[in-house]
């Protein structure tokens, strides 16, 4: 997928992970039509490929004509009507993954009271912070936009295993490709919370790395001083030495469990040589690490010995 996330879903997307889930789906052609008022649980994506419709979302009306495309987000009351002969290919889907989906349906007719059904209720878009998209789509690519929603609609039409995961695959491409025409995402990562669930892995894949404040307040979108202030706010340290019990107890490990050698051991936990390894390992220990590891091996030692 190009692009990144919008970097304020992730609480959301880590409560109900981004899993397209199209429900139903179709060319429709019809003869004026319309579809009195109702909310929906789950996205409605329509494209008007021939003829004149009008909608009603909310309480606000859009007159559409053909190569309009529109997103109804869930719980919106809405009206729909084809005001004369009409191709409008459409799909009544989830994006975010909901365990109990293959009960929900495509609301009907005068159903607006879905307080028997908040179960399955998808979360709104234009609920999470930053984000606003309208009814009527403004994509940056139409044509793009416009040839995935087909072949999404076609491949769903499939039964068969592949094609119905290929449907899927292009449901997630639509929503990334909708988020990132209608997001300003410099200014809303700015507004939103810098989430740093991601930072305990990365300092584990690369704690044989040099490791620079200014290079983790980059990868987190912070300033240095905001991102040291928000992580001593969330581990209770700051970054320099929660990198270094890291790497004190990755060596620990390594000295109890294998006969590496102790440069290699530096080396393999970050420090810059040997005598700096010693001098930091031996002031966090109470112990060289020559004799930390005799002393571990043997299952005696000092009681002092901090544990593992």
């Known amino acids: 997928m190009k692009g990144l996330l919008p970097i304020y879903l992730s609480e959301l997307i880590a409560k109900s992970p981004i899993v397209p889930f199209i429900r139903e789906s179709d060319f429709a052609i019809r003869?004026?039509?319309n579809m009195p008022e109702r909310r929906l649980l789950d996205y409605l994506l329509v494209y008007i490929q021939e003829g004149e419709c009008f909608?009603?979302?909310?309480?606000t009306t859009f007159p559409l004509k053909s190569g309009d495309i529109c997103l109804i987000q869930p719980n919106s009351l809405t009206y729909l009507e084809g005001r004369t002969n009409s191709i409008t290919p459409f799909a009544h889907l989830d994006f975010f993954y909901?365990?109990?989906?293959?009960?929900?349906?495509?609301?009907?007719?005068?159903?607006t009271d879905l307080s028997g059904y908040s179960h399955l209720l998808q979360p709104r878009l234009n609920d999470q912070q930053g984000i606003d998209i309208p009814v009527r789509l403004k994509p940056k690519r139409?044509?793009?936009?416009?040839?995935?929603?087909?072949?999404?609609?076609?491949?769903?039409?499939?039964?068969?295993?592949?094609?119905?995961?290929?449907?899927?695959?292009?449901?997630?491409?639509?929503?990334?490709?909708i988020l990132e025409d209608h997001t300003d995402l410099t200014k809303a990562e700015r507004a939103a919370p810098q989430p740093l669930n991601w930072i305990t892995s990365f300092f584990s894949f690369n704690l044989s790395e040099p490791l620079t404040i200014q290079e983790m307040a980059r990868r987190a979108n912070l300033s240095p001083s905001r991102f040291?202030?928000?992580?001593?706010?969330?581990?209770?340290?700051?970054?320099?030495?929660?990198?270094?019990?890291l790497r004190i107890r990755h060596a620990r490990e390594l000295l109890k469990t294998t006969d590496i050698g102790i440069d290699e051991i530096a080396a393999?936990?970050?420090?810059?040589?040997?005598?700096?390894?010693s001098k930091a390992f031996k002031k966090a220990v109470n112990?060289?690490?020559?004799?930390?590891?005799?002393?571990?091996?043997?299952?005696?030692?000092?009681?002092?010995?901090?544990?593992?």
């Not at 393999?268 to 390894?277: L, P, R």
Request: charge should be neutral; glycine fraction near 6%; aromatic fraction near 12%.
């Open 31 to 33: 003869k004026p039509w």
């Open 55 to 59: 909608f009603r979302v909310d309480g």
């Open 98 to 111: 909901n365990p109990e989906r293959e009960s929900s349906f495509p609301t009907r007719a005068g159903q």
């Open 142 to 177: 139409p044509i793009v936009l416009r040839d995935k929603l087909f072949a999404m609609v076609e491949s769903w039409q499939h039964r068969d295993t592949i094609m119905q995961l290929r449907a899927q695959t292009l449901a997630t491409e639509i929503l990334l490709d």
């Open 228 to 245: 040291s202030a928000k992580f001593k706010e969330e581990f209770g340290v700051p970054p320099h030495q929660y990198v270094l019990d």
């Open 268 to 277: 393999y936990c970050g420090f810059a040589d040997i005598h700096h390894f």
């Open 287 to 308: 112990t060289a690490p020559g004799a930390y590891r005799k002393i571990s091996r043997n299952g005696s030692g000092p009681a002092q010995l901090p544990p593992t």
